[in-house]
């Protein structure tokens, strides 16, 4: 059984500390379960609502951090990037870059992500079809790069919440590259008068079995040790005591599918 793989870690680099108790405990289940693991962590977020949104710390230590993660833990790590000159620096640093869903039409930016050479995850856009993301796909592709993810993370419905159409991971399956969904920012709900992105955690076990039933390649969760402290991302993440009744459930679909 090829089982699928797991990216997770906290929203947003903190400190080292958080970092270093998420990838510990991640890595342990991911062991028992059989489950690849890669460690995710964002240097820095620059899509928050409000001005006043915590961003991250400073860049270039944010991101020793992420290499020490990786070193420490022996997995490899991913992490975001929104500009085009942050693809070179990241990838000294990480094995894999994300592109955010928001960002997935940017031209300069995908094809920069796959100059480097990494691994590239494309996050769905919220207003895209599945089949649109093969254009994605294409302009990493013609770098050379054919080292892509692509990544469900749920659909606009109104202005404040979100949906997920579980047919888009056959439907992007076509395009010849692994799938991901992503089943913590599918729970999120946007646009909030607060100015802080909601969200609906007790979704995410639901999320996680319905993406390995219809036969994705991997989950995509952030975990923290007690979401309700996170900077980034409190109202969606798991809390990480939570995750392995919820993987072991997943190897179980998957091993019956």
């Not at 960002?103 to 895209?128: P, S």
């Not at 093969?134 to 202005?159: C, H, L, M, Q």
């Not at 390995?212 to 993440?237: I, N, Q, R, Y």
Request: proline share 4%.
């Amino acid at each position: 059984m090829k089982n699928f793989f797991l990216i997770a870690g906290p929203c947003i680099i903190e400190d080292e500390n958080i970092c270093s108790t998420i990838a510990a405990r991640v890595s342990d289940i991911c062991n028992e379960l059989g489950i690849t693991y890669i460690f995710k962590a964002s240097f820095k977020k620059a899509n928050r609502t409000s001005i006043d949104s915590f961003t991250g710390i400073d860049m270039l230590k944010a991101l020793e951090i992420l290499k020490d993660i990786g070193r420490e833990y022996k997995v490899p790590v991913i992490t975001d990037v929104h500009e085009t000159y942050e693809c070179e620096i990241a990838a000294r640093y990480v094995d894999y870059l994300q592109i955010p869903a928001f960002l997935c039409r940017q031209t300069d930016l995908l094809m920069a992500a796959g100059r480097t050479g990494k691994g590239v995850n494309i996050k769905k856009g919220q207003f895209l079809s599945p089949e649109a993301m093969k254009f994605a796909v294409d302009k990493v592709r013609s770098t050379g790069n054919n080292n892509i993810w692509v990544t469900e993370r749920g659909s606009t419905f109104g202005y404040d919440s979100l949906v997920v159409d579980f047919t888009s991971v056959p439907r992007m399956k076509k395009i010849g590259v692994p799938v991901v969904v992503d089943c913590t920012h599918s729970v999120q709900r946007p646009n909030q008068v607060t100015g802080i992105t909601g969200g609906d955690p007790e979704m995410i076990e639901t999320i996680c079995l319905a993406a390995v039933a219809t036969g994705a390649d991997g989950l995509f969760l952030e975990v923290h040790p007690d979401p309700s402290k996170a900077k980034s991302d409190s109202a969606s993440m798991l809390q990480l005591d939570g995750l392995y009744p919820i993987l072991k459930k997943c190897v179980a679909i998957r091993k019956a599918i």
